[in-house]
Nanobody, 121 residues
């Protein structure tokens, strides 16, 4: 069974930066796309970003474009989400998930346990 473990969350002031990591085991990033999601209290889960397995192409939600960057390290089988210019509305539990396909199609089969990101002064 695929395992995904997120870490790197924490408390940061508005305008600050964080880098989240998603360690993936039992599947390779060369075969499956990986996505990041977030869920704030009382809100629905929101797709944040995705990186494809084929060519590393990326997609972003409009709310994070220009501020977040998704990347991957094949050697360590880890996907990162670098977040800049953080806003209080970015506060949420962030999850990574593995796609059923090499491309970002929005069909995810396994999820991590999540990591809390809080943006507050």
């Amino acid at each position: 069974q695929v395992q995904l473990v997120e870490f790197g969350g924490g408390l940061v002031q508005p305008g600050g930066s964080l880098r989240l990591s998603c360690a993936v085991s039992r599947v390779t990033l060369e075969n499956y796309a990986i996505g990041w999601f977030r869920q704030a209290p009382g809100k629905e889960r929101e797709g944040v970003s995705c990186i494809s397995a084929t060519d590393g192409s990326t997609v972003y939600a409009d709310s994070v474009k220009g501020r977040f960057i998704i990347s991957r390290d094949r050697a360590s089988n880890t996907v990162y989400l670098h977040m800049d210019s953080l806003k209080p509305e970015d506060t949420a539990v962030y999850y990574c998930a593995v796609e059923r396909y090499p491309l970002c199609k929005g069909e995810y089969s396994q999820w991590g346990q999540g990591t809390q990101v809080t943006v507050s002064s």
